[in-house]
């Protein structure tokens, strides 16, 4: 991906609440490819929603600057948890670390197991 100007701040990095929309779009991009649509899900009365968001800010991204962003997914209990980290190109420093949690709920319960454990567990990253 690459930053554009008007998510820039004044300081002329990259404002902290974009860093969200970068790791929101890996993510849905991510599901896509493996035949998880959010429209689709909702459509069956499952939705996977945010609990927790811990976001490490290490080296600030700039306009114009390219970057790649990534994910690896585990499970822990009823959450799953999406590690992801955004990388600048030009010189391959990690500029954030996060992770993102979800839970999902089907007809407004949380639920345990839910019919997409089979999709995503070829996905899974064991947690040591």
């Known amino acids: 991906m690459k930053v554009r100007d008007y998510e820039c701040d004044l ?16 993510r849905h991009e991510f599901l ?23 976001l490490n800010y290490k080296v600030p ?14 499970k822990e209990g009823i959450k799953y948890v999406f590690h992801q980290e955004i990388i600048r190109a030009a010189d391959n420093k990690v500029c954030l670390k996060g992770t993102v949690e979800s839970v999902c709920i089907h007809e407004g319960k949380l639920i345990r197991e ?12 064991a947690q040591s």
């Open 114 to 125: 839910t019919p997409f454990d089979e999709i995503l567990k070829p996905y899974l990253i």
């Open 11 to 26: 300081q002329g990095i990259v404002n902290n609440a974009n860093y969200q929309h970068y790791l929101e779009h890996t």
């Open 61 to 74: 991204l700039r306009s114009r600057d390219e970057f790649r962003s990534q994910l690896y997914v585990t």
């Open 32 to 54: 896509l490819s493996i035949g998880l649509s959010f429209a689709d899900m909702s459509a069956q009365g499952y939705d996977f929603v945010i609990s927790k968001v811990t």
